[in-house]
């Protein structure tokens, strides 16, 4: 009896000393500075920085720290510890951008939707259920997927919280119809609008859509305004927020960022 008991402790000594070199052997080696890197980034996961997530971009930064110009979702205070931690130069270049809509509703009905409450499922049944093509569908895909609980839907289209809102892109993403887009965080005005159709078939399908009669482009004293193709496009650089365009849009499409007042801008020098 005594043998046996002595035979199976040293079996099963015999295994633990295995056990302990292969563990040693075959040891994944952890590099700390992941570890630290990891905790300082936001944890939202939203690919913004074309990585899968925070964890493989947390090892990319530690291998190449360049790349923390790549993450659009940390607040200046946050980039600014990660580049004193990484030893890097913050780049003065970094697009400090939140999400802003481009439709102010309107569009006339093709039929009345019943299926699943998804952007993306009523946009697959016959081109979506409204004539303007470029619409809001208002199913809230957006508010959804937003990490951050920025988005709210208010009157079945979406309102972005701009003081949450890290510009991480997730919402642009997800919509179908290219509603969703994102902008300078130091805009001054934005277009309500997304069609890119000319004036007759925006005003056949929309009541308050852009009909392209471009006295925003023909008022604005700095050119800031362009049409690009029948879009509106505004140059931030050259904008003044002087107002004219807003002043002169006949359908109001043109509106002040007036949120973008209350969000302090710390872009580090």
Known sequence: ???ESLSLGLVGFGFSLLLVWASRRFAVQVDERVEEVRGMLPGSNCGACGFKGCEDYARALVSNPELLDRCRVLTAPERARMASYLKVHLSPQVEWAVA???????SKPRFRYQGERSCLAASLLQGGPTVCRYACLGLGDCERAC?????KMVGGLPEINWKKCRGCGICVRVCPRGVLRLIPRNSKVLV????????KVVVASCTRGCIKCRLCEKNC????IKFVGERISIDPVLCTGCGKCVEVCPRKVI??????????????A
Do not use: H, Y
Not at 147 to 151: E, L, N, S, V, Y
């Open 100 to 106: 802003a809509r481009a439709c102010a509703g309107g």
């Open 192 to 199: 309500d609008c997304n069609s890119p159709e000319p004036g």
């Open 147 to 151: 990490p951050f609980g920025a988005i």
């Open 255 to 268: 509106k002040w960022a007036q949120p973008l007042q209350l969000v302090p801008i710390q872009v580090p």
């Open 1 to 3: 009896m005594i043998g």
């Open 221 to 224: 004293p700095t050119g800031a």
